[in-house]
């Protein structure tokens, strides 16, 4: 099985998201270890009341963004982690980082790829006033929200939206795409061929009908299974 490391920041819903499908059998993986650089992060809370080994330090304790993060490899190494699941880790990651878990660092991001990447991608698309906004997970590599993208979602943006109403459908469409992506990853479904990449078909799951985010019908591709 799939042993994952999960990295955070902040509140945790895509954690929490992904920790139940793990529960329900619906993702061949376990949370081998929880990592953040905010110890007092709700996600951290969320981990430790599950029970999931817990690595949390503030990087300013830290000289450098390298010596962070060879610290989390080591955390990492120690629990036999063989991939690296981004849920809200609201830093950069360095070179070395990545360069030991090429190709095996996912993340999500509330955009719609390549437009607004960065910290607040959301918020940005809101008040660039695009009509369909959304979240797309993808692979990590150095630059930045720059790896193969794996599944996207699309939602209509409405105009009497704000940014927390916006963020809120947004969310309801990663709680899905996210595990989904990542249970595809477990699988061993997800080829990349140079920046494209190909999902493998699986166990005859039949797609979800149709998805609805927050009441608005979204767009999702490849679609989703049965269960996410
Ligand atoms: C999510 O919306 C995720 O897409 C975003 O942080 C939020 C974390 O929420 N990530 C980024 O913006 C990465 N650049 P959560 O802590 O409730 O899962």
């Not at 499908?21 to 992060?41: D, F, K, M, Q, Y």
């Not at 949390?56 to 390298?66: G, I």
């Not at 809101?126 to 959304?134: Q, T």
Request: glycine share 8%; with cysteine.
């Amino acid at each position: 099985m799939l042993r994952i490391a999960v990295l955070v920041s902040g509140k945790g819903s895509n954690f929490k998201a992904i920790l139940e499908h793990i529960t329900a059998g619906r993702i061949n993986a376990e949370v081998a270890l929880l990592l953040s650089n905010v110890p007092a992060a709700p996600a951290v809370a969320i981990a430790r009341e599950a029970g999931i080994p817990v690595w949390a330090k503030s990087h300013k304790d830290f000289p450098s963004r390298a010596a962070f993060d060879e610290a989390m490899l080591d955390a990492m190494r120690e629990s036999g982690v063989d991939a690296v699941i981004l849920a809200g880790y609201m830093r950069l990651l360095s070179p070395g980082f990545i360069r030991a878990y090429r190709g095996k660092i996912l993340n999500i991001h509330p955009s719609l790829l390549p437009a607004f990447s960065g910290v607040s991608g959301g918020a940005d698309a809101r008040d660039y006033g695009v009509k369909l906004a959304g979240c797309t997970v993808h692979f990590v590599v150095e630059d930045l929200d720059a790896g193969p993208v794996i599944i996207q979602a699309a939602v209509p943006v409405r105009d009497q939206d704000d940014t927390p109403t916006l963020m809120r459908r947004i969310h309801s469409l990663e709680h899905r795409v996210y595990p989904q992506a990542i249970a595809w990853f477990a699988e061993n479904r997800l080829v990349a061929e140079g920046r494209v990449v190909r999902l493998l078909p699986g166990v005859d799951e039949p797609a979800v009908a149709a998805v609805i985010a927050d009441g608005l019908p979204a767009l999702v591709h490849p679609p989703l299974e049965r269960g996410f």
